[in-house]
């Protein structure tokens, strides 16, 4: 299995620019999500999806969009690339419930807005 | 609001010795716990979880305490090894909400 995996590894955008970070998982997990990490605030959750065609907010979702038509991917869209949305973003799934299943995490994108 | 506090941004301990890593929460709603490490360059991986029915929890030379009057949760890492030096977060599955992350660094 190679769990949860996540392209690109690594992105420069222009302000304005958009762009769609890729996520997939091969363990048929319901549960996807993802999370941005910025220093000093951990890993803050953005979007998340508890079976194909059902998505909802986290806690910063602004900026960002979401769909998530099978079971095994999970892109996430910035629709116009802010500076503000530098940051490490986390993919990550769990099996069944997410409140009482570890998640399984992806190794990152790195993204810069200039 | 931080929901999920972790006030010590980095810890300093000799191989051999106990690591101490702090959460405080501020929901007493929350019942599920969770301890992932975080390597450089790399995903969080999970570590130990706890619910709120236990006060405490062990694998191996890790072991989460929660002491849910105070909404404090530890977790131990006794012996300390150089390959425990990583960035610890604390989570709770029930908003999935994490702390700041404490920075570990085991010296040999």
């Known amino acids: 299995n190679a769990g949860v995996t996540q392209t690109p590894k690594f992105q420069v955008l222009k302000t304005g620019q958009s762009m769609t970070l890729q996520c997939a998982q091969d363990?048929?997990?319901?549960?996807m999500s993802w999370y941005r990490q910025d220093p000093g605030m951990g890993l803050r959750l953005i979007h998340y999806s508890v079976g194909a065609g059902i998505t909802d907010q986290g806690e910063v979702p602004n900026g960002y969009n979401v769909s998530r038509s099978t079971t095994e991917d999970f892109p996430l869209r910035l629709l116009s690339a802010a500076p503000s949305q530098t940051s490490v973003y986390f993919c990550?799934?769990?099996?069944?419930?997410?409140?009482?299943?570890?998640?399984?995490f992806g190794p990152g994108t790195r993204l810069t807005v200039l | 609001d931080q929901q999920v506090k972790q006030n010590s941004p980095s810890l300093s301990v000799q191989e051999g010795r106990i690591s101490i890593l702090n959460c405080d929460y501020t929901n007493s709603m929350f019942d599920y716990f969770l301890w992932y490490k975080k390597y450089p360059a790399e995903g969080p991986t999970f570590l130990i979880s706890i619910s709120s029915i236990k006060d405490k929890n062990e694998d191996g030379r890790f072991t989460v305490f929660l002491n849910k009057s105070a909404k404090h949760l530890s977790l131990h890492i006794v012996p300390s090894q150089p390959g425990d030096s990583a960035v610890y977060f604390c989570a709770v599955n029930n908003d999935m909400r994490f702390g700041a992350g404490t920075r570990l660094t085991v010296k040999p």
């Open positions: 990550a799934s769990s099996y069944g419930e997410s409140s009482y299943n570890e998640q399984f």
């Open positions: 363990m048929n997990h319901e549960y």
